[in-house]
């Protein structure tokens, strides 16, 4: 087995385990529905954090091509996964005797939550660089770090409206690059 397949073996686990810890954090929810005060904007991005999660994944496939592996690289490339893990723990509200207030957890974790995912965009936003696949400045940049001042703009602000629209758009986002750019395995557009 090459290093690639070790390392995709190792994403896979990580990544699962976040796609468990959503998943697993959904059904607590339906089984205490009734304690459980929802939130729209925070039930749109449990969807939207399975979606990252899949499209980290499926984005992985490019690394197939790297041909030396260094513990360093090793490590590096992990450490997407794994902020996308914690961040999808920050997000479940800890279920508690009493009403759980999704609403108020949403807020009351935004700045952890979405300082989260804009670091896992800023790593995302080295990624390709650092392992040698294609140059640091492509037009897809310019589609990251807008999506990394959107987190930073939520992390920052407990503004209602700012969150939903910025909910909408990274929708778009998501959307429109894997259409554009993940579509099919291997693919990479916006070059």
Known sequence: MDAFNYLSV??????????TQLFAGIGNMVQVRRRVKPYWVHSVWIVLMMGLHIQMWWS???LRV???????GFAFVLLGP????????????????GTIDVEKHYYDTRRVF????????????????GMGL??????????QVFGIVLMVLCAWTANRRVHA???????????????L???????VGME
């Open 165 to 179: 629209v910025s909910t909408f758009i990274v929708i778009a986002m998501l959307v429109s690059t894997t259409l």
């Open 82 to 97: 794994a902020t996308l893990v914690i961040s999808s723990h920050v997000l479940l509200p800890e279920l508690v005797d």
């Open 114 to 129: 979405f300082g989260l995912l804009a670091g896992a965009g800023a790593w995302a936003l080295v990624l390709e660089a």
């Open 134 to 143: 294609r140059s640091l400045i492509v037009p897809f940049r310019m589609v």
């Open 66 to 72: 790297v041909q030396e592996w260094t513990y360093t």
């Open 10 to 19: 190792m994403v896979s686990m990580v990544l699962g385990l976040g796609l």
């Open 181 to 187: 750019t993940r579509y099919r395995l291997g693919q």
């Open 60 to 62: 992985f496939w490019m």
